[in-house]
């Protein structure tokens, strides 16, 4: 808690990020963060922008562009799941004053064939989990229980993810939360379930979102976002764009997160 509000201190006196430092720090301005968003909406319909009129609006952003989020991305198995597959690991970033370098999983991993998705729809609570009545359009249900009797469909964990813009780390951050297979919301250690070991209480914490008041998230710290993105950029075949930012930065993140299966993005190449 103190560590958040120290964070949001130092987020308030940090000036906006005016001038493109895209290619030489892999971070975004608000409004190259809006051209990535834009990209990943029009490209990807399971994505939409979410509205914020409230006081946590970002006013250096529309209202209508205040985050990004995408509903029901099915989890069908756990992170351990993956890790007894000795699948390869690829160190995206690694510098002297951090011999660990950032961790991607599964590297070998031959991506299928996805048909045209027409319809992905697509939040982790606190320790106690309280859950807290939104009125926002774009809030995250939390509340929901659903009968499991009866029906004839696969049940899987679920997530609702989001993405905002980081104004200390200049970068956009992703938000989980989670849901069991009766619609229940997960509590944070069965969020970890679904996150790399690598990464799960390290570079994940329990926060409350930015955007959607009431209800706690897991979220992927962001200090090392642009440093892993400008290391992809610069291991690319073709020249990246500030519009191929979101492609990138979702597909270090399946590092994170191996079992929530959202990655149906076009390859940055194309």
């Known amino acids: 808690m103190a560590m958040n509000f120290i964070k949001g201190v130092a987020e308030y006196w940090t000036p906006v990020l005016s001038t493109s430092q895209f290619l030489e720090k892999g971070v975004l301005t608000p409004e190259e963060f809006v051209i990535a968003g834009d990209e990943l ?59 660990d370098g950032w961790v991607a999983t599964h590297t070998d991993r031959v991506e299928q064939d996805i048909p045209d998705i027409a319809a992905l729809d697509l939040n982790a609570p606190e320790p106690d989990i309280q859950v807290y009545e939104e009125d926002d359009p774009y809030a995250l249900d939390a509340c929901e229980i659903v009968d499991a009797t009866n029906v004839n469909v696969i049940r899987t964990r679920t997530y609702d993810l989001t993405i905002s813009y ?29 996150i790399s070991s690598d990464h799960a209480h390290k570079t994940v914490t329990v926060e409350s979102h930015p955007h959607i008041t009431g209800i706690s998230c897991a979220s992927i710290h962001p200090c090392k976002h642009a440093s892993v993105v400008k290391t992809m950029m610069r291991s690319s075949p073709v020249e990246v764009t500030v519009s191929s930012y979101m492609f990138l930065f979702l597909k270090f993140i399946q590092g994170v997160i191996p079992t929530i299966e959202y990655d149906f993005t076009p390859d940055v190449n194309e």
């Open 166 to 194: 980081d104004k200390y780390y200049q970068t956009p951050r992703m938000w989980l939360f989670g849901y069991d297979e009766n619609r229940n919301p997960l509590s944070p250690e069965q969020v970890m379930e679904d």
């Open 41 to 99: 909406v029009r490209r990807c319909p399971s994505w939409a922008w979410g509205t914020d009129t409230s006081r946590t609006a970002r006013p250096f952003l529309p209202t209508d562009k205040q985050y990004l989020i995408t509903r029901n991305v099915p989890s069908m198995r756990r992170a351990d799941a993956y890790a007894m597959e000795s699948a390869a690991e690829e160190v995206l970033e690694q510098t002297d004053a951090d011999a």
